[in-house]
């Protein structure tokens, strides 16, 4: 069967990502480190996420605001995101461009935890504004975390190599989301050989796409053969394979700075 295939080949994945990252802990580095396993991080992203979403390393989230993201492992963009870099090599994305947000983590424990869901609160606090409507065009919305939104809001996942007991990662999550409204809380966290925690419905137990108040929290433990990825690629399909964007405004980007000087004009 196809999905017995696709796990089967997903489980030699795992297996390739689990030496890599051996290999990684062996560097002196500890910045040589964690840039090497958020690349491995990236690049299974950069497999399975749909052809017009593009996972991005290296870059800095900015909205016409003036608000600035916190250092973000893996930014989700729309790949036809302005291709605007710094000097030091860094891409710089307009916040409406963004679709989600990756935290990675070595080891994954209660101030981690807490490390990531604090940047995901953050970056999706950060305002979208700048679209340029399109005329005659119905206005498209996107359900998400109790609200309907007329953009697409940033998602956020956490992706670990290694971390306490699912159960004790389970309760500081919830510890940490039960004074915070939905808005705020990481859709998702993976962690390699255990399992994940996701969002999902007390009576039915189907799974939620994003968290809503009320949604119980799952802890579902990993199939040895496969390890996490099977279920991580389908999640990365069914959270971003509807995934938009209204056309990107630059103007408000641009604030009070001068364009030009007006030093003639010709009337005809």
Same mark, same amino acid.
């Given at each position: 069967?196809?999905?017995?295939?696709?796990?089967?080949?997903? &489980?030699?994945v795992?297996?390739?990502?689990r030496?890599d990252f051996?290999?990684?802990?062996?560097?002196?580095?500890? &910045?040589? @480190?964690?840039?090497? +396993?958020?690349?491995?991080?990236?690049?299974f992203?950069?497999?399975?996420?749909?052809s017009?979403?593009?996972a991005?390393h290296?870059?800095?989230v900015?909205? =016409?605001n003036?608000?600035?993201?916190?250092?973000? %492992?893996?930014?989700?963009?729309?790949? &036809?995101?302005?291709?605007?870099?710094s000097?030091?090599?860094?891409?710089?994305?307009?916040?409406?461009?963004?679709? $989600?947000?990756?935290e990675v983590k070595? !080891?994954?424990?209660? !101030?981690?935890l807490?490390? @990531?869901c604090?940047?995901?609160?953050?970056?999706?606090?950060?305002?979208?504004t700048?679209? +340029?409507p399109?005329a005659?065009v119905?206005p !498209?919305?996107?359900?998400?975390?109790g609200?309907?939104? %007329?953009?697409f809001?940033?998602s &956020?996942m956490?992706i670990?190599?290694?971390?306490?007991n699912?159960?004790?990662?389970g309760?500081? /999550?919830?510890d940490?989301c039960r004074? !915070?409204?939905?808005?705020?809380?990481?859709?998702?966290?993976?962690?390699? $050989?255990k399992g994940?925690?996701?969002?999902?419905?007390?009576r039915? $137990? =189907?799974?939620?796409?994003?968290p809503?108040?009320? =949604?119980? /929290?799952?802890?579902?433990?990993?199939?040895?053969?496969?390890?996490? /990825?099977?279920?991580?690629?389908?999640?990365?399909n069914?959270h971003f394979?509807? @995934?938009?964007?209204?056309?990107? %405004?630059?103007?408000p980007y641009?604030? @009070?700075?001068?364009? $030009?000087?007006?030093?003639?004009r010709?009337?005809?």
């Amino acid at each position: 069967m196809t999905q017995d295939k696709l796990g089967k080949i997903l &489980g030699s994945v795992a297996k390739r990502m689990r030496a890599d990252f051996e290999q990684s802990q062996a560097f002196n580095h500890n &910045g040589e @480190a964690g840039t090497s +396993r958020e690349i491995l991080i990236q690049e299974f992203l950069s497999g399975y996420l749909p052809s017009h979403v593009e996972a991005v390393h290296n870059a800095e989230v900015i909205a =016409a605001n003036g608000d600035v993201s916190p250092q973000t %492992d893996i930014v989700l963009i729309d790949r &036809g995101t302005p291709p605007f870099t710094s000097l030091n090599g860094f891409r710089i994305i307009p916040n409406e461009c963004v679709y $989600g947000m990756v935290e990675v983590k070595t !080891r994954l424990d209660g !101030r981690e935890l807490s490390d @990531a869901c604090n940047k995901i609160s953050k970056m999706r606090r950060m305002p979208k504004t700048s679209y +340029r409507p399109i005329a005659g065009v119905i206005p !498209r919305t996107t359900n998400a975390y109790g609200k309907v939104h %007329d953009f697409f809001p940033t998602s &956020g996942m956490i992706i670990a190599f290694d971390s306490v007991n699912l159960e004790t990662l389970g309760n500081h /999550l919830v510890d940490w989301c039960r004074t !915070r409204n939905p808005i705020e809380w990481p859709d998702s966290v993976w962690v390699a $050989g255990k399992g994940h925690l996701q969002w999902g419905d007390p009576r039915s $137990g =189907a799974l939620f796409r994003s968290p809503v108040a009320g =949604a119980s /929290l799952f802890q579902i433990d990993a199939v040895p053969e496969q390890d996490i /990825l099977l279920p991580l690629a389908l999640h990365l399909n069914i959270h971003f394979s509807d @995934a938009w964007m209204n056309p990107l %405004d630059l103007v408000p980007y641009s604030g @009070a700075t001068p364009l $030009g000087q007006l030093t003639k004009r010709w009337t005809i």
